[in-house]
């Protein structure tokens, strides 16, 4: 019961382990969203992934990110001990809540980094409105 309990506190520390390396989550990048009032802005952490390697787009209200990592070694022709870096392509999609204008795109790539700013469009910058709340 004792160890039952420190599994469901510790949150299955052998399931967290093990999804990442089946499902390949770990190919995910990194990613952080800031949104201001005038915009929102994705720096995507991709160390590795060469810039002709890498996509980015709008589909409809959806930011979508693809890249794919390639692999510089032949296992079938070195010999390699181990091999733990990971290859392979990935994708993320990012919902906006609004659809961008096309000129209000704009991105960089600087030291594995791919930064994307989007400016909102005026409908979908904030504004607040207060709503009463009545007791029945």
């Known amino acids: 019961m004792n160890r039952l309990l420190e599994q469901f506190r510790t949150g299955f520390p052998s399931l967290d382990t093990a999804l990442p390396e089946r499902f390949g989550a770990d190919m995910f990048p990194a990613i952080d969203v800031l949104e201001t009032e005038e915009a929102i802005e994705v720096s995507a952490e991709v160390p590795g992934v060469k810039e002709d390697d890498l996509e980015a ?61 989007i400016t909102k469009p005026a409908a979908a910058k904030s504004s607040v409105q207060k709503i009463n709340i009545s007791r029945k």
Request: hydrophobic share 30%; glycine share 8%; proline share 3%.
């Open 57 to 117: 787009s709008i589909s409809g209200s959806t930011l979508v990110l693809k890249g794919e990592k390639s692999s510089d070694h032949r296992e079938d022709e070195d010999n390699y001990h181990l091999v733990e870096r990971r290859f392979g392509s990935f994708r993320r999609q990012i919902p906006l809540g609004f659809t961008p204008e096309e000129e209000s795109v704009e991105a960089s790539f600087v030291d594995g980094v791919l930064k994307v700013k």
